[in-house]
């Protein structure tokens, strides 16, 4: 077993908000694959941080993968699309200081979960749009706009993503979901904001840099993410010449892989032959 530790680090300035990464990592430099994770946490756009997807991120170090968790602003401190900017920030760290991580820059991928399910899609689509820049990285003891350094990824993970937010948000208002409306109120302006930040939205216009390898993962039992939404990105995001593998998972809820389970060692099993698979050549 792999021994694995884990850090905290700055990796991006946003106004006067310092934004943090937890570092997951072998504590052996031999046994790191060279390969770099950036990981988002999920939680309606409105909760949680970078620790909370810590029994992943340590699994997929045990694989040898160098993982970044990323605190980001949200609907607490922000309005969409500033935990975009963030992520795309996180990416151009990652890529930045790839040399001082031991990691090549080219095999860097992305996983989320829930809200971070959207927002890594936004994020791996669109990587280097200027809607998506604006968050300035901590490089060489001060700030750097970075904006030379593309956020591409090699690949994208997304757990049960929320991938089009106005469909989620009526799905909310259907099921009597008080707490999912007033989250996504606090992220959104309105309805068309919400339309606007729309996954398949952006893929049917055309509106995508990019469409790197997807991983998508349904739990049968999701009451927060419909699964009609998520069939849907999969038509989107295959019409859009994305390459993709779909699991489902009967019986199981959202957000499951949280807590350490069997049921989270099984996911993390699963994720492993795609991310190997893709991220040993880097973007195509």
Same mark, same amino acid.
């Given at each position: 077993?792999? @021994?694995?530790?884990?850090f905290?680090?700055?990796?991006?300035?946003?106004?006067?908000? &310092?934004?943090?990464?937890?570092?997951?990592?072998?504590?052996?430099?031999?046994?790191?694959?060279?390969?770099?994770?950036?990981?988002?946490?999920?939680?309606?756009?409105?909760?949680?941080?970078?620790? +909370?997807?810590?029994?992943?991120?340590?699994?997929?170090?045990?694989?040898?993968?160098?993982?970044?968790?990323?605190?980001?602003?949200?609907?607490?401190?922000? &309005?969409?699309?500033?935990?975009?900017?963030?992520?795309?920030a996180g990416? &151009?760290?990652?890529?930045?200081?790839? !040399?001082?991580?031991?990691?090549?820059?080219?095999?860097?991928?992305?996983?989320?979960?829930? +809200?971070?399910g959207?927002?890594?899609?936004? #994020?791996?689509?669109?990587?280097d749009?200027?809607?998506?820049?604006?968050t300035?990285?901590?490089?060489?003891?001060?700030? @750097?706009?970075?904006m +030379?350094? +593309?956020?591409?990824?090699?690949?994208?993970v997304?757990?049960?993503?929320?991938? @089009?937010?106005?469909?989620r948000?009526?799905?909310?208002?259907?099921?009597?979901r008080?707490?999912?409306?007033?989250?996504?109120?606090?992220?959104?302006?309105?309805e068309?904001?919400m339309?606007?930040?729309?996954?398949?939205?952006?893929?049917? #216009?055309?509106?995508?840099?990019?469409?790197?390898?997807?991983?998508?993962?349904?739990?049968?039992? @999701?009451?927060?993410?419909?699964q009609?939404?998520?069939?849907?990105?999969l038509?989107?995001?295959?019409?859009?010449?994305?390459?993709?593998q779909?699991?489902?998972?009967?019986?199981?809820?959202?957000?499951?892989?949280?807590?350490?389970?069997?049921?989270?060692?099984?996911?993390?099993? !699963?994720?492993?032959?795609?991310?190997?698979?893709?991220? #040993?050549?880097?973007?195509?």
């Amino acid at each position: 077993m792999i @021994d694995v530790e884990n850090f905290s680090r700055a990796f991006a300035v946003a106004g006067e908000t &310092r934004l943090l990464a937890q570092v997951h990592q072998p504590q052996s430099a031999s046994e790191r694959a060279g390969k770099g994770i950036v990981m988002v946490h999920g939680g309606a756009w409105t909760s949680n941080d970078r620790l +909370s997807p810590h029994v992943l991120c340590d699994a997929l170090a045990r694989r040898g993968l160098t993982v970044f968790s990323l605190d980001f602003r949200d609907g607490r401190t922000g &309005r969409h699309p500033c935990a975009v900017q963030d992520i795309t920030a996180g990416i &151009r760290f990652v890529r930045a200081h790839a !040399d001082e991580f031991g990691i090549d820059a080219e095999r860097i991928g992305l996983i989320g979960s829930s +809200s971070g399910g959207h927002l890594v899609l936004l #994020a791996a689509a669109q990587p280097d749009v200027p809607e998506h820049r604006g968050t300035a990285i901590v490089r060489g003891g001060g700030i @750097d706009a970075a904006m +030379s350094i +593309s956020a591409e990824v090699a690949c994208v993970v997304a757990l049960w993503p929320v991938s @089009d937010p106005l469909v989620r948000f009526r799905h909310a208002h259907d099921t009597g979901r008080e707490e999912l409306i007033a989250a996504h109120l606090k992220y959104y302006n309105d309805e068309q904001h919400m339309h606007e930040a729309s996954v398949q939205r952006m893929l049917a #216009a055309g509106e995508a840099q990019t469409v790197p390898p997807l991983l998508v993962v349904q739990p049968g039992e @999701d009451r927060n993410v419909p699964q009609p939404m998520t069939l849907d990105l999969l038509r989107q995001w295959q019409n859009a010449g994305g390459a993709l593998q779909y699991l489902f998972y009967p019986g199981l809820p959202h957000a499951f892989a949280y807590e350490a389970s069997a049921e989270t060692t099984r996911l993390e099993r !699963d994720l492993w032959p795609f991310l190997d698979q893709h991220l #040993a050549v880097g973007p195509s």
